[in-house]
């Protein structure tokens, strides 16, 4: 399976690899373990862990551990981890986690729908720890509504505005990107740097408000005020994929979308 993953990753551009098990409540814990001691280890490894208060009692009823304590006492946790949501810890978790230099992947979108709860990112942020942002369940597809839901999220639990001290926008933008390319196995820093392959979402600075915008204000604007709407495509290797709300493939994918759903019969 890895050999046959290999090939078709390579079929892509920009396409990279990584392995996964869903989470301590879907895979049994000695697979865990036999996957990530026998798996690549130079990959992205991926994890759902800690999400749901059930998860923790269910956990304690078949380990007797907490999800996350049973995750650190078990396997070499590192910055290849990247542990998706990480809701419920206890303080011993949550600087164990933060020590270990993993990354915690947030989704709050859907975090949101399923009334998970919310992690508690100033204590981690405090800390040192490491984050990104997924969407998981797809229940939202807009990075700057997850980036919002996250800093107001924050707000809510402290009572306070400047959950961030500092430039919020930026500092959420930095972390996120940097931490979600090395989800994705990307290692390089400037991911602009001349003669990389030029990967970007392609924003309007002649939409309201951003049109008049100081350049000092301009991320917040975009990331506190913008939606989808406001994006004029997206731009792979160079080419553009997505071009004014249209995708190359748009019909393929639209005609495909709805075999796929008719055969779920669900909605």
């Known amino acids: ?24 409540r879907a895979v049994d814990l000695a697979d865990i373990v036999k996957t990530f001691s026998q798996g690549p280890k130079e990959l992205p490894f991926h994890l759902h862990v800690a999400e ?41 978790e949550l600087s164990r986690l933060t020590k270990s230099k993993a990354n915690v992947v947030l989704c709050p979108s859907t975090e949101g729908n399923l009334g ?52 919020a926008a930026l500092t959420m933008i930095n972390e996120s990107v940097m931490r979600g390319r ?3 196995g990307r290692k390089t820093v400037d991911h602009f740097e001349i003669g990389q392959p030029f990967d970007a979402v392609i924003i309007s600075a002649t939409t309201h408000l951003l049109a008049d915008t100081s350049e000092k204000n301009r991320l917040a604007t975009i990331l506190f005020t913008g939606d989808s709407s406001r994006n004029m495509g997206t731009i792979i290797n160079g080419n553009w994929v997505v071009k004014n709300q249209h995708h190359q493939n748009g019909h393929m994918i639209k005609v495909a979308f709805a075999k796929a759903m008719k055969e779920l019969s669900n909605r």
Not at 60 to 81: C, H, I, Y
């Open 116 to 167: 998970d709860g919310i992690f508690r990112m100033k204590e981690y942020v405090k800390m040192g720890g490491h984050w990104s942002i997924g969407t998981d369940s797809h229940i939202g597809l807009n990075p700057f509504e997850e980036f919002r839901m996250i800093d107001y999220r924050q707000r809510l639990v402290t009572n306070k505005r400047n959950t961030f001290e500092g430039d």
């Open 182 to 184: 090395m989800a994705m």
């Open 1 to 24: 399976m890895l050999d046959a993953s290999q090939s078709v990753v390579k079929s892509y551009h920009s396409g990279s690899l990584g392995f996964s098990v869903h989470s301590l």
């Open 52 to 92: 749901q208060q059930k998860e923790v009692e269910d956990c304690l009823a078949f380990s007797g551990k907490r999800p996350m304590q049973w995750l650190l006492d078990n396997l070499t946790v590192n910055e290849r981890f990247h542990l998706v949501h990480s809701t419920h810890l206890n303080d011993e």
